[in-house]
């Protein structure tokens, strides 16, 4: 069984950065897709970067472009979400999912119990 866990959020001012990471534990981690999705309540769940397992292809939001980075050190099993230039509406609980093979916007069959981000001056 996969088990991904968060940690690293906490509460900022607008202009301000976080980074997020997520721990993974008892699969193959090189093989699998690993994404960051963001939800607000009431609203659809928003995948935010993502990061192939195989051959480390990036994806963003346009949302997030320029200001979010998503990285993986497969030999320490870990990925990370940096977050800068940070805005209000950046707030949101953040889940790292896991996926075998590619990035997809859904399909994920892996998901963290969530870390609360919060920007607000």
């Known amino acids: 069984q996969l088990q991904l866990v968060e940690s690293g959020g906490g509460s900022v001012q607008p202009g301000g950065s976080l980074t997020l990471s997520c721990a993974a534990s008892?699969?193959?981690?090189?093989?699998?897709?690993i994404a960051w999705f963001r939800q607000i309540p009431g609203s659809e769940r928003e995948r935010v970067a993502c990061i192939d397992g195989e051959d480390g292809a990036l994806l963003y939001a346009d949302s997030v472009k320029g200001r979010f980075t998503i990285s993986r050190d497969n030999a320490k099993m870990m990925a990370y979400l940096q977050m800068k230039s940070l805005k209000p509406e950046d707030t949101a609980v953040y889940y790292c999912?896991?996926?075998?093979?590619?990035?997809?916007?859904?399909?994920?069959?892996?998901w963290g119990q969530g870390s609360q981000v919060t920007v607000s001056s």
């Open positions: 008892r699969f193959h981690f090189p093989y699998y897709a």
């Open positions: 999912a896991a996926r075998r093979g590619a990035c997809a916007l859904d399909l994920y069959d892996y």
